[in-house]
């Protein structure tokens, strides 16, 4: 059931004369194995008395929905629900081969509980991609740190190398200077 003006809560039954006498404006009543012999003449009156504005009931075994919406002080059964827009909350219901899908306000579809779970389901695949990725992405990050440090220390190496061989080819240079002037010819 929707109620407009009163705080969401999770209670076991919606008790209307604990909830400063508002009634609930929709309310939504899904046949199932216990209840398929509820007498939907009495709670179509039920609910009617009790101020509901909107009252739909769905049977998903035989992919029926019935509703009524009040006129003043009755329900005045939907003719056509296919298609139907509630005129409190603007969902769309669409009756299928073989289900019943309903959507919001926005065009968007309500999901069922096995899409919603699909959806989880797809959303941890994701998840669990992207971290993968992001794992990949790091490791890939260190090789490539490790490597760039492995170059930085090739270069330093070779670096110091040349500077042992400018120092070899320093000695050497002065090395032969100093034979050229040794050997040359005194004035």
């Known amino acids: 059931m929707v109620v407009f003006g009163r705080s969401k809560g999770d209670r076991g ?6 909830e400063d006498n508002i009634p609930p404006q929709v309310v939504f009543e899904i046949l199932s194995l216990s209840n398929r012999s ?4 009495e709670e179509v009156l039920f609910y009617q008395r009790y101020g509901v504005q909107e009252y739909y009931i769905y049977d998903p075994d035989n992919i029926e929905l019935s509703g009524f919406v009040r ?15 509630s005129p409190l909350l603007q969902i769309r219901f669409e009756l ?4 019943l899908e309903i959507y919001r306000p926005d065009g968007r579809k309500f ?5 919603m779970d699909q959806l989880r389901e797809q959303e941890c695949q994701e998840k669990e991609l992207a971290q993968s990725q992001a794992q990949q992405e790091r490791q ?3 090789i490539a740190q490790s490597q760039a440090q492995q170059e930085r220390q090739r270069a330093d190496e070779a670096i110091s190398q040349l500077e042992q061989e ?6 050497l240079l002065q090395q032969i200077q100093q034979q050229t002037t040794d050997s040359s010819p005194s004035n």
Do not use: C, H
């Open 166 to 171: 400018r120092q070899r080819y320093q000695v």
């Open 13 to 18: 039954s919606y008790q209307q004369w604990k």
């Open 96 to 99: 299928r081969e073989d289900t």
């Open 140 to 142: 890939e990050k260190e």
């Open 111 to 115: 999901l069922t509980p096995v899409e």
């Open 38 to 41: 509820v007498k939907t003449g």
């Open 71 to 85: 006129d003043e002080d009755w329900f005045e059964p939907i003719a056509e629900m296919n298609g139907w827009v």
